[in-house]
């Protein structure tokens, strides 16, 4: 039996991001898909929060693939922030 790749994506409660279903078969293609997906409607929320540097960030799932988070990072200024938790399930695939 195979592992599976596709994965359906659901959002933290707080957050306005609709789920989307991704293929994790390249996990480097598959964070971005999110990123794109979720950006877009994340943006306002941290606009309203005080945080619109925030929406400069990237989405990172745990090794199991079963719970991820947007990462936002700045080197220079030594900072980093987390949020926006998701929960991945996987989807079963029809052939």
């Not at 991704?22 to 409607?41: G, K, S």
């Not at 943006?43 to 400069?56: F, I, M």
């Not at 199991?64 to 695939?93: D, H």
């Amino acid at each position: 039996m195979t592992s599976p790749t596709t994965y359906r994506i659901e959002f933290g409660p707080a957050w306005p991001v609709p789920p989307i279903i991704v293929d994790f078969t390249d996990r480097n293609a598959a964070a971005r898909q999110v990123a794109a997906h979720a950006i877009p409607h994340l943006t306002p929320v941290l606009a309203e929060k005080g945080r619109p540097e925030l929406a400069d960030c990237f989405f990172q799932a745990d090794r199991a693939l079963t719970v991820g988070q947007f990462m936002w990072l700045s080197l220079a200024g030594e900072k980093a922030a987390q949020f926006c938790p998701a929960r991945l399930t996987p989807v079963e695939e029809t052939r």
